[in-house]
């Protein structure tokens, strides 16, 4: 099958070169849907200056020697309508229905790693944490889908001063008891306990000092402490993963403790290249462009005037490793937009060193807020971060509690309850801009109508209920597709936008886009099925038609529900 818009796009571009010269075949034809017709040419009134002509003119050339699938008008100031045949879209939509990728395209293989989730490991997963992990995990399910090789990187904050402390503390718990309370999802008041300790009591600060040394020079004993701690933690972090259906596991994990043995060779090998330099005792690389308030050039510090290292430092060996050991082509960073600057200077800083070459994409996925209804940080009425497994869990109860009336045995409700919950909580998110804040709601999260997971997750039950009913089976053979009324063309251009919707996610890292585009569909099949009876169509060509597009939108909306990573329950 064929993108409507890229067919049509293709058409004009062929006229623009017939009419006006070969020099206009690269020219944007600036194709746009339109109330009018199928989708609006609007390049002539762009192109009319640049000729000398009037703007209807320059359209009537276009539609002059256009040739589409398709019939072409002109109106107003020189808009080229463009109305594709029925015949064409149903046989580019029978297409579809054959293709076990439903037009979604197979790109050119690239190793893309993608950097998300991350959260410090000497604290508890929040609700903050959400966005990172659900928008990351959409992404790599679209990058692979699209045939790259995905390289899953979960960036733990596992490593520096702070684990001295946390070490001890866990000392004078006993490895049992901290044990269970990290388990348990207790990392805050853990780590908060010891920082008491550490600043009130000198012997516990001494003892957290010097662990800090035997950290970083690897002692056996002190590293046996480390990973007791670092495996608690992580056995709660799986918690979280599997309550959200996300692809992370232990294979992805490349916290900072991975790099600590490169941090002094990075800084070295900056420093005797002259690319970073010592700075009121620290040294830095200056990349060009980026300076403070008084026009001064800003440090991108990677060693401090103690000899100690931060993030910068790690963070420079951590996209040197990705790119000469990982093979990457694309980098995507899946974090909070309040790291914007950080990251520029990162990427400025590694193409200065020569390890970020041109041809390799860094970029940056700004993650925004997650918000509360007072529209401030989401937070409980104490003011207190809200663990997000017990948000999770929230989400679940509430999704089984709608489904309290339906005819469900406590083993389905359960299980239905999980994939509404989970759902809802993941669209919501995923259906705004990643860079955008949003409130969280459960309310209108759970919402079955609307733009929400439960109404798509309803939508894909609603199409298998109508096979169901007319004891046929989605997977098995329907058609010929025939279109006749105007809600079942109108599905059908809105199933052929699938594969190029998909693609631009890929490209732009922006699964909002696919939630939109899943959003329209499902709202084109309300309107077909309210205008096109399926099993009681006044004909049996007819009846076999609807429901070849009937089974073409529920394989659309499982597979783009899958892309975002939701659950798509068999009946709700």
């Not at 596991?249 to 916290?255: E, M």
């Not at 890292?509 to 585009?517: D, E, R, V």
């Not at 899943?518 to 609807?546: G, H, I, M």
Request: with cysteine; charged share 20%; hydrophobic share 45%.
């Amino acid at each position: 099958m064929t993108d409507p818009q890229l067919v049509l796009a293709e058409g004009v571009q062929r006229a623009l070169a017939a009419a006006f010269g070969p020099e206009y075949a690269a020219e944007d034809p600036l194709i746009r849907p339109s109330q009018f017709a199928d989708y609006q040419a609007n390049v002539a009134m762009s192109l009319a200056r640049r000729l000398g002509r009037a703007p209807r003119e320059v359209a009537q050339a276009i539609a002059d020697n256009i040739d589409i699938p398709g019939t072409v008008e002109i109106s107003g100031p020189g808009f080229v309508n463009l109305t594709l045949s029925d015949g064409w879209l149903a046989a580019q939509a029978a297409e579809q229905l054959a293709d076990d990728r439903l037009g979604v395209p197979v790109e050119t293989p690239a190793t893309v790693v993608v950097d998300y989730s991350a959260p410090n490991a000497a604290k508890e997963m929040h609700v903050g944490h959400l966005r990172t992990t659900v928008v990351g995990d959409a992404l790599v399910r679209v990058q692979a889908h699209l045939g790259h090789r995905v390289i899953r990187q979960n960036h733990l904050g596992d490593w520096g001063t702070p684990f001295g402390m946390l070490i001890e503390h866990l000392l004078d718990m006993g490895e049992a008891a901290a044990v269970a309370q990290l388990e348990a999802g207790e990392g805050n008041p853990y780590y908060q306990a010891a920082r008491a300790k550490f600043d009130s009591d000198p012997a516990f600060n001494e003892r957290a000092r010097a662990r800090v040394v035997t950290l970083q020079a690897e002692d056996p004993e002190t590293m046996r402490l480390w990973h007791i701690f670092m495996n608690a933690t992580i056995r709660y972090f799986n918690k979280v993963y599997t309550e959200l259906g996300v692809t992370l596991t232990d294979d992805d994990i490349a916290g900072e403790s991975m790099y600590n043995h490169m941090l002094a060779q990075v800084c070295d090998e900056l420093e005797s290249r002259g690319i970073a330099v010592i700075s009121d005792g620290a040294l830095c690389v200056f990349p060009p462009g980026f300076t403070g308030r008084e026009g001064q050039p800003l440090p991108f510090m990677i060693r401090k005037s103690d000899g100690g290292y931060g993030y910068a430092t790690t963070d420079l060996a951590t996209i040197r490793y990705r790119i000469q050991d990982l093979k990457a082509d694309r980098i995507i960073y899946v974090i909070g937009v309040t790291q914007s600057l950080h990251l520029q200077m990162l990427f400025a800083s590694a193409r200065l060193a020569g390890w970020l070459p041109d041809e390799v994409r860094a970029e940056h996925v700004q993650i925004g807020s997650v918000l509360g209804s007072d529209g401030k940080m989401f937070k409980t009425r104490a003011g207190k971060s809200i663990k997000l497994l017990e948000l999770l869990e929230e989400a679940e109860t509430r999704a089984a509690a709608v489904l309290v009336d339906r005819d469900y045995d406590e083993a389905t409700r359960a299980e239905i309850g999980h994939a509404v919950g989970m759902g809802a909580v993941k669209y919501a998110d995923l259906s705004v801009s990643h860079d955008s804040e949003y409130v969280f709601d459960f309310d209108r999260m759970l919402a079955l109508t609307g733009n929400t997971g439960p109404y798509l997750q309803y939508a894909t039950a609603r199409i298998r209920s109508i096979f169901r009913r007319g004891g046929f089976d989605p997977a098995e053979p329907h058609g010929p597709i025939v279109i006749g009324h105007p809600a079942e063309r109108a599905l059908a251009l809105q199933l052929l936008g699938f594969g190029a919707v998909v693609a631009e996610v890929g490209e732009a890292n922006a699964p909002h886009k696919l939630c939109a585009y899943l959003f329209d569909l499902a709202s084109a099949f309300t309107t077909f099925y309210e205008n096109c009876p399926v099993l009681k169509a006044d004909s049996e060509e007819d009846r076999q038609s609807r429901l070849a597009l009937a089974a073409l939108t529920l394989r659309v909306l499982v597979q783009g529900l899958d892309l975002l990573g939701i659950e798509v329950p068999e009946r709700m």
